[in-house]
């Protein structure tokens, strides 16, 4: 089992930045991805950003690419997702997912971005 606990969200005016965090424990030798969505109210979860959890490539949605970057510290088992030029329509909830064997297995609670314009 692993367990993730995403924290970092909060009330930001459009243009600004946040950074969220996600700390993994348990059985994070099962995990081969690290993955970012988000779900906005009456919305699909949709796909943000992910990076390989013992290398280094990322991924991004083209609607956050050159604005939001995903980042890892293997040593303290958490991943970070900063935000910049924040916009009314990243508004959602966060949730960080471990991905293990052949799909996103594990999921945090989810943390509210609220961008004001």
């Known amino acids: 089992q692993v367990q993730l606990v995403e924290s970092g969200g909060g009330l930001v005016q459009a243009g600004g930045s946040l950074r969220l965090s996600c700390a993994a424990s348990g059985r994070t030798d099962s995990i081969s991805i690290m993955g970012w969505f988000r779900q906005a109210p009456g919305k699909e979860r949709e796909f943000v950003a992910s990076i390989i959890w013992s290398g280094a490539m990322t991924y991004y949605a083209d609607s956050v690419k050159g604005r939001f970057t995903i980042s890892r510290d293997n040593a303290k088992n958490t991943v970070y997702l900063q935000m910049n030029s924040l916009r009314p329509e990243d508004t959602a909830v966060y949730y960080c997912?471990?991905?293990?064997?052949?799909?996103?297995?594990?999921w945090g609670q989810g943390t509210q971005v609220t961008v004001s314009s």
């Open positions: 997912a471990a991905h293990s064997g052949s799909n996103y297995k594990y």
